[in-house]
């Protein structure tokens, strides 16, 4: 079994930082690519930023120069460092992992979800 556990959301004003934590724990055997997805209400999940294991990134258009995502393949842990943040940030961020457990079975797995709300 596999847990993702998010932390690090919460209130913060137009302009203003958080930084998202996401570890994953359990019977893991390697983790491929993490990445941080959002879902505002009445919207569809999106992708926002992704990291492979090798430590390339991608990001959403409108997060670049604002958002760093990052990776410790030690601890198993992604971090989104979100900077500049505006009103449309605020969404449901959930953590996502492509790994391979222990049997040798690859798997997607999602985190509970953290609220980041931008607002004055």
């Known amino acids: 079994q596999v847990q993702l556990v998010e932390s690090g959301g919460g209130l913060v004003q137009p302009g203003g930082s958080l930084r998202l934590s996401c570890a994953a724990s359990g019977n893991i055997f390697s983790i491929n690519t993490m990445g941080w997805y959002r879902q505002a209400p009445g919207e569809q999940r999106e992708l926002v930023a992704a990291i492979t294991s090798g430590g390339s990134t991608n990001y959403r258009d409108s997060v670049k120069g604002r958002f760093t995502i990052s990776r410790d393949n030690a601890k198993n842990t992604v971090y989104l460092q979100m900077n500049n943040l505006k009103p449309e940030d605020t969404a449901v961020y959930y953590c996502?992992?492509?790994?391979?457990?222990?049997?040798?079975?690859?798997?997607?797995?999602w985190g509970q979800g953290t609220q980041v709300t931008v607002s004055s």
């Open positions: 996502n992992a492509d790994l391979i457990v222990t049997n040798m079975i690859r798997y997607r797995y």
